[in-house]
C-alpha cells in the first residue's frame, strides 16, 4: 500500500529553523516526484515545489524560490523541506503529495500534513 | 488571487447534479491538464480528477471532468451527503517560468 508519513506538528520562534520530513512506502521512492503545498489557516492550496528523488532535480514555485530548501534520503524513502530562517507568514499546514512528473499538478497520494506554528 | 476562478460555493440536495467550473487563461487551463481535487476539513486533498476527465482507480463514475477552451468543469451526479467538501482546481502555468497553480476552492454543500 502506498503511504507518505509526514513528521508531527512543530512550534517554532520567528528567526529559527525548520526541517520536516515525509517518509514514503509501497512504491520506488526513486521513480516518482514528490511534490510540496501549503495551505495557510482557513485558505487554499499553494503549491511550493517537487523534487525527483532519483537525481534530486528541484523545481520551485516563484512565491517560494529561496525561501525553502527541497531533499530527499534515498536510503530511507524520505523527503525533507527545510526553513532557514521562519517567519510568523509560514504558519501553516504542508502536505507532501507524490507525482509522476508527466503532469505537473496532479498528485495521486497524500501524506496527512505537518502543521506548523511560528510565533514569538 | 488565485489565476484559476471557482465559485466560492455551490449545494445541491442529494441526488442531484453539480458542476463546478474553474476559469483561467491561454497559459494555464487553455494549454494544460487539468486536475481536481475533494478536501474534507482536516484531511489531505485527494485527487478525483486528472488529465481533464480521467479518474484515479477508485473514483466512482458519477464524477466526471470537462474542459473546454479556458475552462475547466468537475461533475457530480447522484449527490451524496459524503461529497460535502471543498473542491480545488489545479493546472501547470507556463507564466512566469513556471509553476501549478491551484483555484481557490469550492464549498460543496449537500442539502
Known amino acids: 500500500e502506498v503511504q507518505l508519513v509526514q513528521s508531527g506538528a512543530e512550534v517554532k520562534k520567528p528567526g529559527e529553523s525548520l526541517k520536516i520530513s515525509c517518509q514514503a512506502f509501497?512504491?520506488?521512492?526513486?521513480?516518482?516526484?514528490i511534490g510540496w503545498v501549503r495551505q495557510m489557516p482557513g485558505k487554499g492550496l499553494e503549491w511550493m515545489g517537487v523534487i525527483y528523488p532519483g537525481d534530486s532535480g528541484t523545481r520551485f514555485s516563484p512565491l517560494f524560490q529561496g525561501h525553502v530548501t527541497l531533499s530527499v534520503d534515498k536510503s530511507t524513502g524520505t523527503a525533507y523541506m527545510q526553513w532557514n530562517s521562519l517567519k510568523a507568514s509560514d504558519s501553516a499546514i504542508y502536505f507532501c503529495a507524490r507525482g509522476d512528473g508527466n503532469n505537473w499538478g496532479s498528485y495521486d497520494y497524500w501524506g496527512q500534513g505537518s502543521p506548523v506554528t511560528v510565533s514569538s | 488571487q488565485s489565476e484559476l476562478t471557482q465559485p466560492p460555493s455551490a449545494s445541491g440536495a442529494p441526488g442531484q447534479r453539480v458542476t463546478i467550473s474553474c476559469s483561467g487563461s491561454?497559459?494555464?487551463?487553455?494549454?494544460?491538464?487539468v486536475n481536481w481535487y475533494r478536501q474534507v476539513p482536516g484531511t489531505a486533498p485527494q485527487l478525483l480528477i486528472y488529465n481533464n476527465n480521467q479518474r484515479p482507480s477508485g473514483v466512482p463514475d458519477r464524477i466526471s471532468g470537462s474542459k473546454s477552451g479556458t475552462s475547466a468543469y468537475l461533475a457530480i451526479n447522484g449527490l451524496k451527503s459524503e461529497d460535502e467538501a471543498s473542491y480545488f482546481c489545479s493546472v501547470w502555468d507556463d507564466s512566469l517560468n513556471g509553476r501549478v497553480v491551484f483555484g481557490g476552492g469550492t464549498r460543496l454543500t449537500v442539502l
Open positions: 491561454n497559459s494555464n487551463v487553455g494549454s494544460n491538464f
Open positions: 509501497g512504491y520506488s521512492f526513486r521513480s516518482y516526484w
